[in-house]
């Protein structure tokens, strides 16, 4: 309960666009996956087949022109027009999704980016590549321009060009290429409500209990954890790894509230030391009880599916090497120069302009001709 005219944590939660926008079922999230692969495959095959029919006619062209000993023009295209193009599926899609958020934690730690920056640059890779393909736009251009977009958002000034250099083989334009497609991605929020805050809220609050600084209701009293100072400091250590990996790389945040992602967390920690924890702050055996307890249970078990140390097997090393190769045959070749677009864009724009402003010209010298032609020259002067 809280007091009346306050808003509890919970209530304040459900107003972000965190909550509105970016919370899925397991099914729903599946299902937007799924319906974005398809159109991206769609789409990826009708283009190979225009950029096919595109090169045959050319080498067709040169072919007629070449003298008999030419190449001839059937070899130029890489394959013809009615041959399908192998895409990527929803599931190797994500295994991909997971290896550049890896990557993006290992970028942010050789730019020495703080933690929230780097979390927030793999939300915004994780939310843009639910509604977006990486068949259609690059992941390896996505990350750098999310990780440099989440270090403006996250209030942590890095020049871009200093940004570019650091990262190496990369222009300050190949970084700002992508920024709006990004931020469309993104629906145009960009705030991250990460658990990190909250897991030190809860542990100086466990820490107060155990101090006897913050009174313990005698129920809980007698049932407090024994040495529970120092295992709250040693679940605080734990949980932080958690939450910089684990959290990152799954899905929780797409499923669960940010402090019942601490709260699980801390749970994997030390499951005695939570559950009394938990057991002090809702009326145990009660009905929200019950149901918070299994939301972080459930959100463990996500969670420990990819423990913090762990690193991608020999195996899974291999299996992502061959989608790395798969992806280059399956990208949309409309959409693989993004700089080149983003210029085209701009002067396109500017040619639109160019003819506006010659247009109203033009209009401006008609209606003083016209007037002149309706009342006659201006009267000169002797």
């Given amino acids: 309960m809280t007091p009346q005219g306050t808003i509890s944590e919970d209530e304040r939660y459900r107003t972000s666009t965190q909550y509105r926008l970016w919370s899925f079922t397991r099914p729903s999230i599946h299902s937007l996956r799924t319906t974005t692969n398809q159109l991206a495959a769609e789409n990826v095959r009708e283009a190979v087949r225009r950029a096919r029919e595109t090169r045959a006619v050319a080498s067709a062209d040169v072919s007629e022109a070449d003298t008999e ?5 059937s070899a130029a295209p890489e394959g013809p027009p009615d041959v399908e193009v192998d895409c990527l599926t929803v599931e190797e899609e994500l295994k ?28 915004y890779m994780k939310r ?58 993104l629906r145009f929020t960009f705030d991250v409500r990460h658990p990190f805050r909250a897991l030190e809220g809860a542990v100086m609050e466990m820490q107060g209990m155990a101090n006897n600084t913050i009174p313990v209701h005698s129920t809980f009293e007698g049932r407090k954890p024994t040495s529970m100072a120092r295992r709250v400091k040693e679940a605080h250590g734990k949980a932080r790894e958690y939450l910089k990996t684990s959290a ?74 061959a989608l790395g190769k798969k992806l280059k045959k399956c990208r949309n070749p409309e959409k693989i120069d993004l700089v080149g677009l983003q210029r085209a864009k701009r002067e396109g724009e500017l040619a639109a302009d160019d003819k506006i402003i010659k247009k109203r010209k033009l209009e401006r010298e008609k209606s003083t001709k016209e007037g002149e032609d309706l009342f006659g020259p201006g009267i000169k002067k002797d």
Avoid at 96 to 123: N, S, W
Avoid at 302 to 310: F, G
Wanted: include cysteine; proline fraction near 5%.
């Fill in 128 to 185: 843009f590549y639910i509604t977006n393909s990486l068949m259609t736009y690059d992941p390896a251009s996505i990350l750098k321009t999310a990780l440099f977009f989440a270090t403006k958002t996250e209030n942590h000034y890095f020049r871009l060009t200093k940004f570019a250099e650091a990262i190496g083989k990369t222009k300050p334009e190949d970084v700002l290429a992508s920024e709006f497609l990004l931020t469309q991605g």
């Fill in 69 to 73: 000993n030419s190449r001839p023009a």
């Fill in 248 to 321: 990152l790389l799954t899905d929780v945040y797409f499923h669960y509230t940010p402090s019942q992602i601490m709260t699980a967390s801390l749970f994997i920690a030390d499951e005695e030391l939570i559950n009394w924890y938990m057991a002090t702050k809702l009326q145990e055996g009660s009905e929200v009880h019950g149901k918070v307890v299994k939301a972080v249970s459930d959100c463990a078990s996500m969670l420990q599916a990819i423990p913090p140390t762990a690193e991608p097997s020999a195996a899974e090393r291999k299996d992502i090497a």
């Fill in 96 to 123: 991909l999704v997971m290896f550049y958020c890896r990557q993006t934690i290992q970028l942010g730690d050789h730019l020495k980016l703080p933690t929230e920056v780097k979390a927030t640059a793999i939300q």
